[in-house]
């Protein structure tokens, strides 16, 4: 599996949650919504997918069905995420307070 054309779009922090990602599957599937948050330890990021609530219920939009996959879409997004946050950490002479890691 290719996941390529990560987008990432930072929002204001609220609750862990960091920015929206996007990403296109095997050239083939385009995947929207994933929300970034950073990790409660502040080591790093994880992702959520889309859900919807109806009633009590919350279903799912899409989701990886194998752990591969997940890891997959995971690393890809976090990459960017990492690649993105460093960089302007740097343009604005910020220091970076949390380790990123790339699980």
């Known amino acids: 599996m290719t996941v390529s054309e990560v987008s990432i779009t930072p929002v204001k922090p609220t ?13 083939q599937l385009f995947i929207g919504s994933l929300g970034v948050h950073q990790r409660l330890d502040g080591t790093g990021y ?10 009590s219920r919350q279903l799912n939009y899409f989701y990886p069905v194998t752990k591969e996959a997940g890891r997959v879409i995971e690393q890809a997004v976090i990459a960017k995420c990492v690649e993105l946050f460093e960089r302007s950490d740097e343009r604005y002479g910020r220091h970076s307070k949390t380790t990123h890691t790339r699980t």
């Open 15 to 27: 609750d862990g949650l960091v920015a929206f990602a996007s990403c296109l599957i095997d050239g």
């Open 46 to 55: 994880r992702i959520t997918y889309p859900t919807k609530k109806v009633g």
